[in-house]
């Protein structure tokens, strides 16, 4: 089983950058894909980002495409996501997530998520 962490987030103002981190716990972090995905209060839960088990597969949402760069050291068990040119719509809960298959679907663990504010 893994446990998960976000942090990194907080209030930026459009146009500025944020990096979220996910920290996992147990030695079997790297051999799970790792996602993040977000969420606005009322709306479904949306994919962002995955990366597969040793960082070198990656796939991004259109809407964060060229803008997102999701990362990963498995050596120290973290998962980031790097994200410029902020806009007020990637204002959301941030959730990182860990499983067995490389497919936003795929996903078996989740942490509780961190919240991003984007100021216009």
């Known amino acids: 089983q893994v446990q998960l962490v976000e942090s990194g987030g907080g209030l930026v103002q459009a146009g500025g950058s944020l990096r979220l981190s996910c920290a996992a716990s147990?030695?079997?972090?790297?051999?799970?894909?790792m996602g993040w995905f977000r969420q606005v209060p009322g709306k479904e839960r949306e994919f962002v980002a995955l990366?597969?088990?040793?960082?070198?597969?990656?796939y991004y949402a259109d809407s964060v495409k060229g803008r997102f760069t999701i990362s990963r050291d498995n050596a120290k068990n973290t998962g980031y996501l790097q994200m410029n040119s902020l806009k007020p719509e990637d204002t959301a809960v941030y959730y990182c997530?860990?499983?067995?298959?490389?497919?936003?679907?795929?996903?078996?663990?989740w942490g509780e998520g961190t919240l991003v504010t984007v100021s216009s």
């Open positions: 147990g030695r079997t972090f790297s051999t799970y894909a």
């Open positions: 990366i597969g088990r040793i960082g070198y597969s990656t």
């Open positions: 997530a860990a499983g067995q298959s490389f497919t936003p679907r795929g996903m078996d663990y």
